[in-house]
């Protein structure tokens, strides 16, 4: 079984960046990919993006093209999302997910087998 664990969430100003990981462990080897999501209060989770372990591709959701970039570093089993001009609406917890298989389902929570605890980002001046 694999495990997950985000870091790297806080508090930003409008217009800042962070950056955040999810690193795996245990059978790491047995994921192919890994997405990220974040879920805001009473609203539906919200896919963000995925990479394989790879990082040979990417998937963006549209709220957050131009501005977030996933990538990976299988030696480290870490993935990071870089998330650049931040707005208040991006406040929520960010989860990252584990997936077995690159597929156009890599956007929908259910494809994903494992889950993180997540971690806050709030975006306020």
């Known amino acids: 079984q694999v495990q997950l664990v985000e870091s790297g969430g806080g508090l930003v100003q409008p217009g800042g960046s962070l950056r955040l990981s999810c690193a795996a462990s245990g059978r790491a080897f047995s994921t192919y990919a890994i997405g990220w999501f974040r879920q805001a209060a009473e609203k539906e989770r919200e896919f963000i993006a995925a990479t394989p372990w790879s990082g040979s591709r990417t998937i963006y959701g549209d709220s957050v093209k131009g501005r977030f970039t996933i990538s990976s570093d299988s030696a480290k089993n870490t993935v990071y999302l870089q998330m650049n001009n931040l707005k208040p609406e991006d406040t929520a917890v960010y989860l990252c997910?584990?997936?077995?298989?690159?597929?156009?389902?890599?956007?929908?929570?259910?494809?994903?087998?494992?889950w993180g605890q997540g971690t806050q980002v709030t975006v306020s001046s």
């Open positions: 997910a584990a997936a077995t298989a690159w597929t156009p389902s890599l956007v929908t929570p259910r494809t994903y087998h494992t």
